[in-house]
């Protein structure tokens, strides 16, 4: 073959190599961002009116410290450190994990920086997320059914 294909074919390979790692840092960089201000201060200002009280459920077979049924309150934390609103004892939950909290709009769940993640709907979520009925919320190997 001609030397100009091999060359060709070199700087092709070479652009597409930085086309994938262009790809990569995006997507860590995405999912390093720290979630959005203005959202994440707007949901939590406003103050939840009394209502429907929702609960949260076990599904499955996890030990806890507590009942496997809790009725959501203003704000709950759920982790593995006894002080926590339900406390859980799953080695891949953080110590303080998610927080399920009130307000006006609704119901909200989120992140507290865990090493692991937390997961509604199998969905990884990195910024306050509105919960519906139905929905689940995995904590570590834990999951959660959000019920009203």
């Known amino acids: 073959m001609p030397e100009i294909v091999y060359v060709t074919l070199r700087y092709v390979f070479l652009g597409l190599l930085y086309a994938f790692l262009l790809l990569v840092a995006r997507l860590i960089y995405r999912e390093l961002k720290p979630p959005p201000v203005g959202r994440a201060a707007r949901v939590a200002a ?30 709950m934390v759920i982790g ?3 002080e926590c609103s339900i406390c859980v004892e799953d080695e891949f939950a953080s110590n303080q994990h998610a927080r399920v909290y009130r307000t006006e709009e609704g119901y ?18 990195n910024y306050p997320t509105e ?8 904590v570590g190997r834990t999951v959660l059914e959000f019920r009203r």
């Open 46 to 75: 406003k103050p939840a009116k009394t209502g429907r009280r929702a609960k949260l459920v076990l599904l499955g077979e996890a030990p806890f410290r507590k009942q496997g049924s809790w009725e959501v309150r203003e704000e």
């Open 108 to 125: 909200y769940v989120e992140d507290l920086g865990s090493t692991n993640g937390t997961y509604v709907n199998g969905r990884r979520i």
């Open 131 to 138: 919960l519906r009925y139905g929905d689940r919320i995995r």
């Open 80 to 82: 593995r450190a006894p």
